[in-house]
C-alpha cells in the first residue's frame, strides 16, 4: 500500500491569487494520482487534521480508497500503522506537495524492500519525498518524520546495518513559492496543480518573465 500524508498545515508554495485550501488539495490529488495508478499496490490517506479535512480529501478518491485521521505524535509512524492495519507488508507514505513525483520513483522504494527494511527518496533541500518500510514498522525509524531537514542522516545513523535503508534518487517537494519553477510541464501528470497554476497565468517552467516563481 502506499498512503499520501496529508497535514492542515497551508502549504508553504501556494502562489498568490490561489486560496491555499484548494491548492493543498489539488497537490495531495495529484500524488494520489500517481499511487492510484501503480499495479498491484493499494493507495490510501492519512490524514494528519480534523474529520472536516478527511471528508474533504475523501472526496478526492476513488470508492474504496482508505482515508484515515492520524492523532498521534508522529503522524509518519502513525501513518505506517494505519497501513499496518489495513493488511499491508510493505508500505510507502509520501508527501502531499510532490505532485509531479514520478511513478517510477515509488516503484523503486517499493524494489528496495526486497532487500532492505526500508527505503527513502530524499527531499531537494532536505527533508524526505517518501519513505517505505517493511511492516510491522521496524523500532529503529523512530519518530521519524517527512519534513525533518535532516531525516535522512537520522535514519541512515539509526539502521542497524548498512544494508536496512536504501536510499533511491531524489525528488522535489513544493515548499516555497520558489519551488514551482521546478515543475516542468512537459511531464505527464499533476493535473489538477496544472489546472490551478494555468488558471492564474503559469505553470511551472514558465518563459523567462511569465512570473510563474513568484514576485512583487
Avoid at 103 to 116: E, I, M, N, S, Y
Wanted: charge should be negative; hydrophobic fraction near 45%; glycine fraction near 12%.
Amino acid at each position: 500500500m502506499a498512503a499520501v500524508l496529508v497535514t492542515s498545515d497551508p502549504p508553504g508554495a501556494c502562489p498568490p491569487g490561489v486560496d491555499p485550501a484548494v491548492f493543498s488539495l489539488a497537490l495531495a490529488e495529484d500524488v494520489y494520482e500517481v499511487v492510484a495508478g501503480l499495479e498491484l499496490c493499494e493507495a490510501a490517506f492519512a490524514v494528519d487534521g480534523d474529520a472536516e479535512l478527511a471528508e474533504r480529501i475523501a472526496e478526492l478518491t476513488w470508492p474504496g480508497t482508505p482515508v484515515r485521521t492520524v492523532r498521534g505524535p508522529s503522524p509518519l509512524r502513525d501513518a505506517f500503522g494505519m497501513l499496518a492495519g489495513q493488511g499491508a507488508r510493505q508500505a510507502v507514505v509520501l508527501a502531499a506537495d510532490a505532485p509531479d513525483l514520478p511513478p517510477l520513483l515509488v516503484g523503486k522504494l517499493f524494489r528496495a524492500l526486497g532487500t532492505a527494511e526500508a527505503a527513502a527518496c530524499p527531499a531537494f533541500g532536505g527533508g524526505l519525498v517518501a519513505l517505505a518500510a517493511r511492516l510491522p514498522l521496524p523500532d529503529w525509524i523512530g519518530a521519524a518524520s517527512l519534513d525533518d531537514p535532516d531525516a535522512l542522516g537520522a535514519l541512515t545513523a539509526a539502521r542497524p546495518a548498512r544494508r536496512a535503508l536504501v536510499a533511491v534518487p531524489g525528488w522535489h517537494r513544493l515548499r516555497d513559492p520558489r519551488d514551482l519553477a521546478a515543475l516542468d510541464p512537459g511531464l505527464e501528470g499533476w493535473e489538477a496543480t496544472r489546472m490551478l497554476l494555468s488558471a492564474r497565468g503559469g505553470t511551472g517552467r514558465a518563459p523567462h518573465g511569465s512570473g510563474s516563481s513568484g514576485g512583487g
